[in-house]
């Protein structure tokens, strides 16, 4: 089977629409003997012929006309394509699949997820949520192309964005705020209010305390950073929350924070990708808004 040439069948299609290789060769701005030089070579291709030329320019033969149907079917879906394509390239078609958890989604994205939508209306939005775990795990099934991952956390074949440095903390209501600043061997003698054991971000803050001589065994463990905060509030205990997440409470005045003497180290949150796989548009489009402008590239 030959080579397919899609110039040769521009050519016969220019021929067919105009009715004669004159016209043909104005119409693609080349001259007349080309035109019939790549009809021949497309009919030597094909072994048939395509056109009978007459007075009146050039008809299609039978065999002619069954290619003119595939050809123009074949064309339309090429330039359909490379539409789609340049629809994808300025926005104005596809999908931005991120992953990331509720508190990370909620106070971290949201404000940007408003801004992206609002400037591409015509790009779905996909969101994934879970552990730092199990987002990793759907970002290499590819069911993400944009993981928000809580750090530090395994990242080969990962590319690694920082997104925000976070700060591990505890802070109560009016019933434990007397209790003023912690150190790590007071926090035995606290009643913990802390994410479950399963969350990246709970191990990082038991290994940090057992760095420093400490293994705590919370009273209450929870499944969401919110509820961290609400519990708190109503003086069920000293919650270990991230200090930014925390922010609009301790602004109230309805949290206090306890210092811990010396702190937990900063940690990040972190937007992750594969190496091996170039970023969709949408979603390098949503990093380079996200991220400040020298670290977004």
């Excluded at 016209?23 to 009978?52: D, H, M, N, W, Y």
């Excluded at 300025?90 to 971290?108: K, M, N, W, Y």
């Excluded at 970002?139 to 925000?164: H, I, K, N, W």
Aim: charged share 20%; glycine share 8%; net charge negative.
């Amino acid at each position: 089977m030959n080579k397919v040439n899609l110039e040769l069948y521009r050519i016969f299609l220019a021929v067919v629409a105009e009715g004669s290789f004159t016209s043909a060769a104005r119409k693609l701005f080349i001259s007349q003997p080309a035109v019939s030089q790549s009809i021949r070579q497309l009919e030597g291709q094909l072994g048939t012929r395509l056109f009978i030329r007459n007075v009146k320019g050039a008809a299609l033969t039978a065999e002619g006309e069954l290619l003119r149907q595939h050809a123009e079917a074949a064309i339309a879906l090429l330039e359909a394509g490379e539409y789609k394509l340049d629809r994808l390239r300025r926005l104005q078609l596809g999908e931005l699949r991120i992953g990331a958890s509720d508190t990370v989604a909620r106070h971290l994205l949201l404000p940007m997820l408003e801004a992206f939508v609002a400037q591409y209306p015509d790009i779905s939005l996909g969101v994934q949520n879970g552990t730092s775990s199990e987002l990793l795990h759907c970002l290499r099934q590819g069911r993400v192309d944009l993981a928000f991952l809580s750090m530090p956390y395994e990242t080969e074949g990962l590319t690694v964005r920082p997104c925000l440095h976070v700060h591990d903390s505890f802070v109560a209501g009016p019933r434990y705020a007397q209790l003023g600043t912690l150190t790590p061997e007071r926090l035995a003698g606290v009643p913990l209010i802390m994410l479950e054991r399963q969350s990246n971000s709970r191990r990082c803050v038991d290994a940090a305390l057992l760095e420093m001589g400490v293994s705590v065994a919370p009273e209450i463990e929870l499944g969401a950073h919110d509820l961290l905060l609400d519990f708190a509030k109503i003086g069920l205990g000293v919650s270990c929350v991230v200090r930014e997440f925390a922010s609009e409470a301790l602004a109230e005045g309805t949290l206090v924070e306890l210092p811990l003497e010396p702190p937990l180290p900063r940690r990040y949150i972190a937007a992750v990708h594969l190496n091996e796989i170039p970023l969709p548009a949408p979603a390098r489009t949503f990093l380079s808004m996200l991220l400040p402008p020298d670290t977004a590239g």
